[in-house]
């Protein structure tokens, strides 16, 4: 897959409604699209780091980051992880994703430089990175769900078209 960077629109995060019922999501690689507890919506244009290299880097080095904008770790099998702060300048909101799409844990607010390790708690398949503070402000929590193509869509709990 390698990183990619989204642009346009997709940089801003978007807030949508409920839609009653709907089983599947429009997907794509550049986004994540998560669906909260209460039903709304968030979008975020996304990096990807699939590889040791990319998850290695990550965001370090990077002084700002847009409001919309984060970083989707992927790894190849279902584990857990732990994350650091070193050499990273913006503090981050790192959220836990397990290989049905569901968030398992959030931690808030890591603090830039900081090399005490964050532990995934869980098995997860996936970590995104969003602007620190963003997941309590807009309510992301364990039991949110993702919708992502990098997720075995036989196992997504909110599959994509």
């Not at 039903?39 to 919309?68: T, V």
């Not at 650091?84 to 607010?109: C, Q």
Request: glycine share 10%; net charge negative.
């Amino acid at each position: 897959m390698g990183s990619r960077i989204a642009s346009g629109a997709l940089g801003a995060l978007i807030y949508l409604a409920s839609v009653g019922g709907a089983l599947a999501a429009t997907c794509r690689e550049d986004v994540a699209l998560l669906r909260l507890p209460d039903g709304r919506e968030a979008r975020f244009s996304i990096e990807i780091a699939d590889d040791a290299e990319e998850r290695a880097q990550g965001l370090m080095g990077r002084s700002k980051m847009a409001a919309g904008a984060g970083m989707l770790f992927v790894y190849e099998a279902e584990h857990e992880v732990a994350f650091w702060m070193r050499n990273t300048l913006i503090p981050l909101d790192m959220i836990f994703i397990d290989a049905s799409g569901r968030v398992v844990s959030v931690h808030a607010n890591a603090k830039p430089h900081d090399e005490t390790p964050i532990p995934s708690k869980h098995p997860v398949l996936m970590v995104l990175e969003i602007n620190g503070g963003l997941a309590a402000r807009i309510g992301i929590v364990p039991g949110a769900e993702l919708a992502h193509p990098a997720l075995d869509q036989t196992l997504a709990s909110w599959r994509c078209d």
